[in-house]
Structure formats: structure tokens, C-alpha cells
């Protein structure tokens, strides 16, 4: 598996969904699995499903987002 563009566009998209999912209601402890789940579900939109570059997607948006929320407070 090689990492391409499409993975640095992935990431802050899934990052902003996840963000406006949690501005509707959900609760922030949900976060990380939706982070997920939109991951997965952003290779099939792109047209390349992948379950394990998905699930990098959604791992690594979450992490970036608790880390960089980390280093700002």
C-alpha cells in the first residue's frame, strides 16, 4: 500500500465531518469512531476501497485533531 494524495486530502475532510457531526449533538466521546467509520467510508467515495488505508484515514484524523487540541490548551 502506498500513500498517496488522496490520503492528505482524506485526512482534514474526515477531520471537518467529524467536527460538524460533533457541533449536531454527538457526543465527543463518539468521536474517534466516527473518525472511523467516515475513514472507511471516504476510500469508497473516492472510488479506491480500501478497509486498511480507510481505517488509517480515520485513525489519523482523529490523532491529529487530539494533538493538535493538546498542544494548543
Known amino acids: ?36 467509520v467516515l475513514g472507511v467510508l471516504s476510500t469508497l467515495v473516492v472510488g479506491q476501497f480500501d478497509l486498511l488505508q480507510g481505517l488509517m484515514v480515520g485513525l489519523t484524523a482523529s490523532g491529529l485533531f487530539s494533538g493538535g487540541k493538546a498542544i494548543t490548551q
Not at 449536531?24 to 469512531?33: C, D, E, I, K, Y
Open 1 to 36: 500500500m502506498e500513500i498517496t494524495t488522496q490520503f492528505a486530502v482524506l485526512v482534514p475532510i474526515v477531520i471537518a465531518l467529524t467536527q460538524m457531526i460533533k457541533g449536531a449533538g454527538l457526543s465527543t466521546r463518539f468521536a474517534p469512531v466516527v473518525s472511523l
